[in-house]
T-cell receptor, first 115, second 118 residues
């Protein structure tokens, strides 16, 4: 079974600074997808970024980028120019390449953004 | 695009009653919908996966007769908590995916339903 590990229960970053959230996973599959979801206090899960395992290029979405290290099974999220609205729980998730596969979530990292 | 709604957003019920939660994909047809449960300050726990027109697949430890899931159309899935008890109080979240939406690999989440059983 796949597992996803987020070793940082809480992180803090100053506004306008950069922060990196860690995520590692364990799988024997070669075809899979990785995601970062954000859950603000409203508890609405919001997709931040996704990465296909077959793509070597790291995904980017505006201020959000990932460092995908397939051999190391690492998938960290970098948030640049942090904003107050970035404060939330961030969940890393793994999905097998098989059709309609479920997501396996990490335990989450709570990000605080300070002035 | 890819908006998922849930109704109701909050519900309070008496112990022993049944509660139905609706999950709708508003702007796409969801071939697969997922139901999660989330305890305070915890991650999401998958309860079941449902495909339109077929029976749901439940995760180990989830009672099928207690958490009834129906996926009658490509835009609607319902979760019914039968004979609810205080321990069923939780935050329930649905998600939806489709091969025609984001490649089918991405799940789009509803805003969640907070259930409180007295």
């Amino acid at each position: 079974a796949q597992t996803v590990t987020q070793s940082q229960p809480e992180m803090s970053v100053q506004e306008a600074e950069t922060v990196t959230l860690s995520c590692t996973y364990d799988t024997s599959e070669s075809d899979y997808y990785l995601f970062w979801y954000k859950q603000p206090p409203s508890r609405q899960m919001i997709l931040v970024i996704r990465q296909e395992a077959y793509k070597q290029q790291n995904a980017t979405e505006n201020r959000f980028s990932v460092n995908f290290q397939k051999a190391a099974k690492s998938f960290s999220l970098k948030i640049s120019d942090s904003q107050l609205g970035d404060a939330a729980m961030y969940f890393c998730a793994y999905r097998s390449g098989e059709d309609a596969s479920k997501l396996t979530f990490g335990t989450g990292t709570r990000l605080q953004v300070t002035l | 695009g890819a908006v998922v709604s849930q109704h109701p957003s909050r519900v309070i019920c008496k112990s022993g009653t049944s509660v139905k939660i609706e999950c709708r994909s508003l702007d796409f047809q969801a071939t697969t919908m997922f139901w999660y449960r989330q305890f305070p300050k915890k991650s999401l726990m998958l309860m079941a996966t449902s495909n339109e027109g077929s029976k749901a697949t439940y995760e180990q430890g989830v009672e099928k007769d207690k958490f009834l899931i129906n996926h009658a159309s490509l835009t609607l899935s319902t979760l019914t908590v039968t004979s609810a008890h205080p321990e069923d109080s939780s935050f329930y979240i649905c998600s939806a995916s489709s091969p025609l939406q984001g490649g089918g690999e991405t799940q789009y989440f509803g805003p969640g339903t907070r259930l409180l059983v007295l």
